[in-house]
């Protein structure tokens, strides 16, 4: 298929590479950095100037921008993107966006006559160039027979969800973030009291490892451990701080409280005002242990 490629960050990078790398499509690849689109001509992929120019002749254009702001400078009502795109395309998004903005995105499609998908995907820049991983997908019936198995390239499960609303497997991406982001706060809580304790961390390091049988999940465990607070293999602060706020928005929406999302939060901007917004966002641990006056 004739696939556009918009967004080639942490997690753009490695599924655009999988496309590239599985000689199945026709790839044209755009990013609004343009040094991290070059290397893709050695896998054979097209580079555009723009995204007008990604999107002329696609079939399939898939987003892996940042947030709800970003897809939606492109993809608005008039927009030129919009009007370049074929009238048979579909939008695969897989960025982390709200509900709300999935179900925008695909009314916006159905007036244009195109079709949308959300897709949202679970798993860190690893598993992204490695193929593995999970991802939900829902909205347009039709259109997702057609992505799916063009989505195997980079994840290893691929799960229709039978809803209509777009946005419900952007709530499903949210609620298990919210399980991940919180599991992260209780072992860097974990650590620090057992720290204050007199407790070897590595003793708990090694529970907290045993308790937890995905992968996804240990490298967790091994972060907060060491103290690893590198995010180029990671999630951004930044990125996790939107993905909160984007959970407590669904929830006060539905009049749900998820109490331990807003200390989350609390502690992810303080971590920002202290100039912290590029470590990866388990580095809440550091304000955690500041607040319990280890400081170092
Ligand atoms: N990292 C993870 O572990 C992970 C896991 C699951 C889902 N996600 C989600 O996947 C998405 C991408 O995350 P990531 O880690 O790949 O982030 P990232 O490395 O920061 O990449 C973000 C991408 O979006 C582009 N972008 C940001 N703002 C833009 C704007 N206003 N206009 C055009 N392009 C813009 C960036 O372009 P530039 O290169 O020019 O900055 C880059 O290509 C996010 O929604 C995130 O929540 C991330």
Not at 217 to 224: A, F, G, I, N, T
Request: charged residues 20%; proline residues 4%.
């Amino acid at each position: 298929m004739r696939i556009a490629f918009l967004g080639l960050g942490r997690m753009g990078s490695g599924m655009a590479t999988r496309l590239a790398q599985s000689g199945d499509h026709t790839l044209t690849v755009w990013n609004r950095t343009a040094d991290k689109a070059q290397r893709f001509t050695e896998l054979g992929a097209s580079i555009a100037k723009d995204p007008i120019e990604a999107v002329r002749d696609a079939e399939v254009v898939i987003t892996s921008l940042l947030d709800d702001q970003s897809v939606e400078a492109l993809f608005h009502e008039g927009s030129e993107v919009l009007k370049a795109l074929p009238p048979t395309a579909i939008h695969l998004c897989v960025t982390t966006i709200s509900p709300d903005c999935a179900n925008r995105l695909q009314d916006l499609h159905a007036a244009n006559g195109s079709r949308y998908v959300s897709g949202p995907v679970i798993g860190r820049p690893d598993a992204s160039a490695a193929g593995k991983l999970v991802q939900f997908l829902a909205g347009d019936t039709s259109a997702i027979k057609v992505v799916s198995p063009i989505c195997h390239a980079f994840a290893e499960q691929v799960m229709p969800l039978s809803v209509r609303d777009a946005g419900v497997a952007n709530s499903q991406k949210l609620c298990i973030n919210f399980f991940v982001a919180s599991l992260i706060e209780v072992m860097g809580e974990c650590f620090t009291l057992g720290e204050k304790l007199g407790v070897p961390r590595q003793n708990l390091a090694f529970f907290l490892d045993k308790s937890l049988p995905l992968p996804g999940l240990k490298v967790y465990v091994e972060r907060l451990f060491k103290r690893e607070t590198d995010s180029t293999t990671g999630f951004t602060m930044t990125a996790g701080r939107k993905d909160l706020g984007l959970m407590l928005r669904a929830a006060a929406a539905v009049d749900c409280d998820i109490d331990i999302a807003t200390i989350i939060a609390e502690k992810m901007d303080i971590a920002i005002s202290q100039g912290m917004q590029n470590l990866d966002w388990s580095a809440t641990q550091e304000i955690t242990r500041q607040r319990a006056g280890l400081l170092n």
